[in-house]
């Protein structure tokens, strides 16, 4: 692992071929496995600079364009406004790695790969994977680009529990940790609503227990799904602004089962969008393992294995995420606390719900670099 | 109309037979048109002592039951706290009335009934009705009771806005208004989660556009549908508390695709329940109804109309309702007070949300009878 890394776009790194397969949290193993995934900036010398950006539910390894041209080709990247040259994650100074989560669609291997033994997708026979399984596997990738430890990790939602399952899983390699807009447990209520989006795509008939053709997915219930997921990242505030009362393309109410309201429209829109860039059972997977997502268990909680750890934190919540509150930071930052760890916190005031962690916010910005610049270089 | 009138289980009333059509607020007009009713207690000598109680989108006549045998035939009341002999609204002072809306499915007309040109169920050739629409069949059977005057209005939720409808509609026909847990103009964020609702209904394949057959209804969709709403009911600390991350009769993690946690089984019990009590084209329409409902539009705002207007006031708002949180209640109040009219106002603190006020609670009971006792009898 002599070679030198810079910015690179999608490459592929696929492991545990034949008997060197990946365990998984569930007693099953995985194999092979291929991570999709992207970097950007130049690992330096003594390899410390790389941060490891993790992303959320239906993110993929695209955290940023790489250039002009992959700006114009694949258009802006999820959190293109905080990672690149002179921006928050400053990618002059860091080398950023972003990959494809274990369990998604979007080049790493998931329900929708093909199962060596049969030939077909996977679909149902794609074991359970779990936060952990997510970051085992993002480990074998960290092994295999010669980083032995990450200056730091950082993501917001399901990126934040991968985040923190990374400090539980393997402290010695995280120097820094930035968790946004997160928890250490996934609450009832954000169970609730990743079962009814699950219940949506299930009772599609068109689902086929997970066994639908590749061309003809189970899309009507995956849109309903999405349609769920975007009212759980806004905020009442947000969407009386964006929206508010205000009528779609009409003068006057329809008095028929159309869209009349504005918000109807944007979230027609954005369910039927989502059926062409994601996988219905990808959602399902990756949904169950955020529920199964619990570092602070009564009997054995994975958090308090960080007692005394190297990592310093630096927990971030907004005001209005009413999916991951920010009283969850709170105990959160409690548990690390008790544990001796080196944490700060950061409440920012932000009326747009969870979505705030993905919107340009020049505090956020501000945070997260001086922060990272104050990381002690070891 | 001088009947005596007592405690009565369920009647109907029909009207608008023939050309004497109720005119509806989409231009269109409907007869013969069936309202399902049931009245508690005795109204008096001068019909001066008749309280209305407003039922919430899925709820129906049944208030409380009627004598013991009724409980033990048909359970109890959706408000069988607050409405007795000696409880809140105490059916030994007042004669209670609840009737079935317009829309919905328990015993009045609805896209469920029979199309008098057709002789087939209405389905979508329903009429489009509006919240002013189901008041304006109240209002006929008040008159058929021979019921000059209400003594009081109450309700919540979509039952609320029914409140709120009746002050402005018949303001002399109603003395005193309790709106409770509602809105005067349906949110951005109510609107959403009736879309998704409407939408997870006219997806299942089995819809047929609102032309299903009655044994053969889209109960996986309205299943979803109902899911979404019991969410919208509870609030996260509610749901902490009941279900938590709680196992439903597993010791460990399923790794499949069941539910794994209280909180799934409950909302996929009362999803499938729901199916058997309730009409799907019945939802679409009266959730329609909520999102149009707007006392507060811009150009010609409704609630003007009470100005020095004659009814009395109690709104009730709770803390954890995040469907129409108090702030919303505070508008209301404004707007009244804006307009002269006498109004109190109660914020109580309760963590079980928007489902609170079906909830029995002494400060509740103790609020509602004491300003019913001081409403002023003229």
């Given at each position: 692992m002599a070679k030198s890394l810079t910015t690179d776009s999608l490459q592929y790194f696929s492991f545990a071929e034949g008997t060197e397969c990946l365990p998984l949290d569930c007693g099953r193993s995985l194999g092979p496995v291929t991570l999709a995934y992207e970097t950007w900036g130049r690992l330096n010398a003594d390899r410390s600079n790389a941060i490891l950006v993790l992303h959320a539910f239906s993110g993929d390894s695209h955290v940023a364009s790489h250039d002009q041209a992959d700006l114009q080709a694949n258009g802006p990247g999820w959190w293109e406004t905080m990672v690149g040259q002179g921006k928050g994650i400053d990618t002059n100074k860091y080398f950023v790695i972003c990959s494809n989560i274990l369990g998604s669609c979007s080049g790493s291997t998931g329900p929708g790969s093909i199962h060596p033994e049969t030939g077909q997708p996977y679909g149902l026979d794609f074991p359970m994977v779990t936060i952990a399984d997510m970051v085992r596997a993002q480990k074998v990738l960290i092994d295999h680009l010669g980083i032995s430890r990450l200056y730091a990790v950082t993501g917001g939602s399901v990126g934040g529990m991968q985040v923190l399952q990374w400090c539980v899983s393997y402290p010695e390699m995280v120097q820094a940790a930035i968790p946004l807009a997160t928890t250490m447990r996934h609450s009832a209520l954000c169970i609730a609503f990743n079962e009814v989006a699950r219940q949506a795509i299930m009772t599609d008939p068109k689902w086929l227990q997970g066994k639908y053709p590749e061309d003809a997915p189970p899309e009507l219930g995956l849109a309903?799904?999405?349609?769920?997921?975007?009212?759980?990242?806004?905020?009442?505030?947000?969407?009386?602004?964006?929206?508010?009362?205000?009528?779609?393309?009409?003068?006057?109410?329809?008095?028929?089962?159309?869209?009349?309201?504005?918000i109807e429209s944007y979230l027609n829109y954005q369910g039927a969008k989502f059926?062409?860039?994601?996988?219905?059972?990808?959602?399902?997977?990756?949904?169950?393992?955020?529920?199964?997502?619990?570092?602070?268990?009564?009997?054995?909680?994975?958090?308090?294995?960080?007692?005394?750890?190297?990592?310093?934190?630096?927990?971030?919540?907004?005001?209005?995420?009413?999916?991951?509150?920010?009283?969850?930071?709170?105990?959160?930052?409690?548990?690390l606390k008790r544990n001796g760890c080196d944490v700060s916190f950061c409440e920012i005031q932000a009326d747009c719900g969870h979505d705030a962690f993905l919107l340009p916010d020049q505090r956020l910005t501000t945070l997260i670099s001086g922060f990272l610049d104050g990381v002690k270089k070891e």
């Open positions: 309903v799904a999405r349609m769920i997921g975007h009212i759980t990242y806004l905020s009442d505030k947000a969407m009386h602004r964006k929206f508010g009362r205000r009528l779609q393309e009409r003068e006057d109410l329809s008095f028929r089962f159309e869209s009349d309201f504005q059926v062409h860039r994601f996988d219905a059972n990808s959602l399902l997977y990756i949904t169950k393992a955020a529920d199964y997502f619990d570092l602070n268990e009564e009997e054995d909680a994975a958090i308090n294995r960080l007692e005394n750890g190297p990592v310093k934190f630096l927990v971030i919540s907004f005001t209005s995420d009413w999916l991951y509150p920010t009283y969850q930071s709170r105990e959160l930052v409690q548990a």
